[in-house]
């Protein structure tokens, strides 16, 4: 069977409007057991996004990402922030230079991810993959 080229654009247009819809994976906020009282939908969207640099206790936000290295960066950049891997870098450094957010940590992996929010009270990070074990509080995210 033989496709006209009008045909094949379709397919090509269809075949990549379904892979692009097949990488869309729910995004989730970690964050340390400590905060779980005064987290809101509002206030983990603010610090992920470098808007609020502590909690209402005054306790520092330590935001974590995805680094160069990990297999999430490019998903969550596009899917969280609506930019590039490297875009959200740089608007990271923008507000870091400009005083406006404090910097973040940045890890290779979701097992990076989950161990430094473990261990570091005051922490929320933004992954695909969630931890299944330990004292974390998980919460579904851009959608």
């Known amino acids: 069977m033989r496709l006209s080229a009008r045909q094949r654009g379709l397919l090509l247009l269809l075949i990549g409007a379904a892979s692009a819809f097949a990488d869309?994976?729910?995004?989730?906020?970690?964050?340390?057991?400590?905060?779980?009282?005064?987290?809101?939908?509002?206030?983990?969207?603010?610090?992920?996004?470098g808007r609020v640099r502590s909690w209402q206790t005054g306790e520092a936000i330590v935001v974590v990402l995805p680094g160069k290295k990990s297999p999430e960066q490019s998903a969550i950049a596009e899917q969280c922030f609506e930019t590039s891997a490297a875009g959200l870098q740089r608007e990271w450094l923008r507000l870091v230079f400009s005083g406006r957010a404090n910097a973040p940590v940045y890890t290779d992996s979701p097992d990076q991810l989950a161990e430094h929010i473990k261990s570091t009270p005051g922490t929320i990070g933004v992954t695909l993959t969630p931890p299944q074990e330990g004292e974390f509080h998980i919460h579904e995210a851009c959608r």
């Open 24 to 49: 869309e994976r729910d995004v989730y906020f970690v964050t340390h057991s400590q905060n779980a009282a005064e987290l809101t939908p509002e206030l983990l969207e603010s610090a992920i996004h």
